[in-house]
């Protein structure tokens, strides 16, 4: 798989403000896109779950356009098909999606390939299968991923940071207020959800995120 970018971006990723799509926005998932970019995100993810393949297709591709005139990569959310066929840059898998050796066979080695893991077991795993990054959570409770249970906090972090030798993005429950612990616990990034999408200005939302993180860098 070639990706649009015509870049081979998969090592030289800055997963530092990952915005994930959100539906119960007030604002539709190509505002949130445009105004998160203007406020400096570095990678989206395009999230949809219950649309039907023709629909994904099509929003996939607009935001597709956003996301790549503004150098940045597109990662969709479980399906492989959609990401194939818009010529995304990547996929994200969770636990029931396509197991991550099987995507990579099916994508080859420019895609970007992120797992969902929640464990360093299954972050290992994860590594081993051919995954280039790891999404762990949920860090804290949250309400936009219901089945997510109860957050396991921001110290499991180090712990996976110290077993693997990818990138790891915190996700789930991250807002202002704690996303420095996050960062000072190992992570590479966070991904974001509502704390952005459902706020009055996604882009001053965003802008503020990435203030609080390069303060917590330092």
């Known amino acids: 798989m070639q990706t649009t ?5 998969v090592n030289n990723i800055d997963y530092t403000l990952y915005l994930v799509t959100d539906y119960a926005s007030q604002h539709s998932v190509i505002t949130q896109t445009k105004s998160a970019l203007s406020g400096g995100a570095t990678l989206v993810q395009y999230r949809a779950k219950g649309l039907d393949s023709a629909k994904l297709y099509e ?29 995304a840059d990547g996929v994200h898998l969770g636990p029931e999606d396509l197991p991550i050796s099987v995507a ?9 390939i992120g797992a969902s893991v929640s464990t360093i ?7 081993l299968e051919g995954a280039n990054y790891l999404g ?3 860090i804290y409770d949250t309400s936009t991923k219901l089945d997510a249970g109860a957050g396991i906090g921001p110290e499991i972090l180090a712990d996976i940071k110290g077993a ?28 974001v ?7 009055k200005n996604v882009t001053i939302a965003t802008k503020d995120f990435i203030t609080e993180i390069k303060r917590a860098r330092m």
């Open 5 to 9: 970018l015509g870049l081979n971006i």
């Open 59 to 87: 929003e996939a591709g607009a935001i597709l356009e956003l996301v790549h005139a503004a150098k940045r990569p597109l990662i969709i959310n479980d399906r492989v098909d959609i990401a194939m066929a818009v010529n």
């Open 104 to 112: 990579r066979r099916i994508m080859g080695p420019a895609a970007i």
């Open 121 to 127: 077991e299954e972050a290992i795993e994860a590594e």
């Open 136 to 138: 762990i959570g949920a």
């Open 164 to 191: 693997v030798n990818i990138p790891i993005v915190g996700i789930g429950g991250i807002n202002l207020s704690n996303v420095d612990e996050v960062i000072k616990n190992g992570a590479d990034g966070v991904a």
């Open 193 to 199: 959800v509502s704390a952005i999408t459902r706020a």
